[in-house]
């Protein structure tokens, strides 16, 4: 393995004052908008991930039941526990296209933003984090033995380029060295990730480079690799023109059994290494078993995984004003209707013993909605919408993130030129993973039942450890600034006694449609786009509830909206916590070039950056479907740079250029 080598150069960059301008074509909203929320930065245009967009929240419910009883057996565990939980359930599945913005730039220069991100759920669940590395740039992909450097001399590990009509989802076909194995180790020795990574499947019987991608994988991150997933969403591959319009499940197969009998050539360490189907839309995962997916190919297979996404902002039958639709997401109706898909799926798969994944997921499809997507409603969706799987024996769900065009990312490295107060945004789905990962800890016992609570806008969950129930899991999905839907949950052991208090840590915000203003047990990660370096900060707060001892019961207030993670004793919460409260491991994102150089962007890069663009038309990549053709109905971009370019450098993940004189992207 190449060794790790901290940095040891700080990168200088002059400031550029100037306001974040935020152009968009969602119905009702004037562009450009300008904040002062934040300190000034360049200028963006057209680039969703920054979207300003505040959406209206719902009005609040009639006749919500403010007193909620939680009466659940002391001892025995409940009838339809899930199968023991890991804390590191929800994670991340980061588009290939977007690897080296997200993890670094090559092995030797990590991204310590996103080490931040993901240690500060390793400090709450004893373990890694679980990310996917793939997404549609994956099946067009190749890759290389030699690190791609530019003319200036820069080490790069993903190499972008376009072939006229060669992905109908606009993402760039992508080269990548395999350097990128090495980087994933080496972020894997410093925050225990464990990985998945997609195997190109778009010429299934010229599969050499697939083979070999297999091997590198295999061997260079080792244990640490989770599966390979083989072939991403092969039901809409006819739709996409890379098959046939007659293409079938049967056709998918005979493609299949050709890779895998390949891959049974590699003589790898482990037979059983492949992930799939990873159907989403025109095939149901219960349509591929029934086809007889898991005995044909039961010597190979290691986990089914899923790609789903409850809605979709492709444009495919017209534009989706988020507006009309925010509602939908603010109800456990939407987590009930999300696992529905699998009641029948679910059993199959358990009985063939393998774990049952959702690989891909986020609010919705292409990118997300601009102010649904990029809300704190997201966060309280995506929890619901985690533990409800969990409930339903599902083992992993991964938030996906992609790059500037999207508005659903939990966290976004910064498109352009930035000073050393603004570093990534933090998306308010990243809350979630937080939430989610201290609501199973990490005893890897956590079992979880859905408490079926009478208000679709009140649900609940319970958290059984060793037959004891040790956290309840509550939401409230209403907005409401007077205060007066705040539920009590009150909590009432049967055949047993309440402890003298029990703990709270919240995930609280003024409004569902709240951006930045987001706390989980009172740190935050962030005030604006560009502020975060992945570390919370404030001081942790969680709150202590005494219990009626002689009733028998313990209120916890679950305030209008908020998540609360009801911890019913100090284990409980012990188990769920960093070590000490300034235990957390985080990585220095402060980093310098000589002073009088001025790092620059290099327009081959810059034309192919997933959802940046150039001079004239936005005709540029996009990890999702449609998205691409999307953006270009967003204002035409200008770009004035001098004429010397060269490369910009990537230090924590940051995209730095000093240009001086007007950027606007």
């Known amino acids: 393995m190449r060794p790790f080598t901290l940095l040891t150069r700080l990168l200088l960059t002059t400031s550029v004052q100037a306001a974040v301008t935020v152009y968009t074509t969602i119905p009702g909203v004037n562009g450009p908008t300008q904040t002062s929320s934040v300190a000034p930065v360049p200028q963006t245009t057209g680039n969703s991930a920054y979207s300003l967009l505040t959406l209206t929240p719902p009005a609040v419910p009639q006749g919500l039941q403010l007193s909620v009883p939680i009466q659940i057996p002391a001892a025995g565990g409940m009838t339809n526990l899930s199968v023991p939980q890991k804390g590191n359930f929800l994670g991340f599945s980061v588009e290939l296209s977007v690897a080296d913005a997200v993890l670094g730039r090559n092995s030797t220069f990590l991204s310590p933003i996103f080490l931040n991100y993901m240690a500060n759920l390793k400090e709450r669940t004893g373990m890694g984090p679980i990310v996917r590395v793939g997404g549609n740039s994956q099946d067009e992909s190749l890759m290389y033995q030699d690190t791609f450097v530019d003319a200036f001399g820069h080490r790069k590990m993903i190499q972008k380029y376009r072939q006229p009509n060669s992905n109908p989802t606009q993402t760039p076909n992508i080269n990548f060295a395999i350097e990128l194995f090495y980087a994933m180790s080496n972020i894997t020795s410093l925050v225990g990730i464990d990985w998945y990574f997609g195997l190109a499947f778009d010429q299934p019987f010229n599969d050499s480079n697939a083979m070999l991608v297999a091997r590198a994988a295999e061997s260079i991150l080792g244990d640490h690799l989770v599966a390979l997933q083989l072939g991403n969403e092969p039901d809409l591959y006819a739709d996409h023109q890379r098959r046939p319009p007659t293409y079938s499940i049967q056709d998918y197969f005979g493609e299949f059994q050709h890779m895998v009998t390949d891959l049974e050539a590699q003589n790898l360490q482990s037979q059983k290494i492949l992930l799939g189907p990873s159907v989403c839309c025109n095939w149901s995962t219960q349509q591929v078993l029934d086809a007889g997916y898991l005995t044909t190919f039961a010597a190979v297979m290691k986990i089914i995984g899923v790609m789903h996404y409850p809605n979709n902002n492709c444009g495919i039958s017209g534009p989706v004003n988020p507006q009309d639709i925010i509602g939908t997401y603010l109800t456990h109706n939407a987590a009930k209707t999300f696992v529905s898909n699998y009641i029948g799926t679910a059993p199959s798969v358990m009985n063939a013993g393998l774990p049952f994944v959702i690989l891909e997921t986020n609010t919705a499809s292409c990118g997300g909605f601009p102010g649904l997507s990029d809300a704190f409603g997201s966060a309280l969706w995506a929890i619901d919408n985690a533990l409800a799987l969990a409930a339903m024996n599902f083992t992993t769900m991964l938030l996906h993130v992609g790059g500037q065009s999207d508005s659903y990312n939990p966290f976004t490295p910064p498109p352009t030129n930035l000073s050393m107060t603004h570093q990534w945004t933090t998306g308010p789905v990243y809350y979630s993973t937080l939430a989610v990962a201290e609501t199973f800890g990490q005893t890897n016992k956590s079992q979880i039942v859905d408490l079926n609570l009478p208000s679709e806008f009140q649900p609940g969950y319970a958290i059984y450890e060793d037959g004891v129930p040790t956290r309840l899991a509550l939401i409230n999905f209403v907005t409401d600034p ?184």
């Open 482 to 665: 007077s205060g007066a839907s705040t539920f009590n949950a009150v909590y009432s052991p049967q055949g047993g006694t309440v402890p003298d208090h029990v703990s709270v840590r919240y995930l609280s915000a003024a409004s569902v449609s709240e951006k930045f203003a987001i706390t989980w047990a009172n740190q935050t990660l962030g005030s604006g786009i560009l502020s975060s370096d992945g570390r919370l900060q404030g001081e942790e707060g969680t709150v202590t509830i005494p219990c009626d001892t002689a009733a028998n019961t313990c209120t916890i207030p679950v305030y209008a909206p908020s998540f609360a993670l009801v911890f019913l004793s100090d284990d409980a919460r012990a188990h769920s916590s960093p070590a000490t409260p300034t235990s957390t491991l985080t990585f220095a994102t402060t980093a310098f070039t000589n002073a009088n150089q001025h790092p620059m962007i290099d327009p081959s890069v810059l034309k192919t950056m997933n959802g940046e663009g150039g001079p004239g038309p936005r005709h540029t990549g996009s990890t999702t479907k449609g998205q691409g053709n999307n953006v270009l109905n967003a204002a035409v971009s200008a770009l004035s740079v001098p004429a010397l370019w060269s490369l910009f450098a990537v230090v924590a993940g940051l995209f730095l250029a000093s240009l001086s004189s007007r950027l606007a992207i």
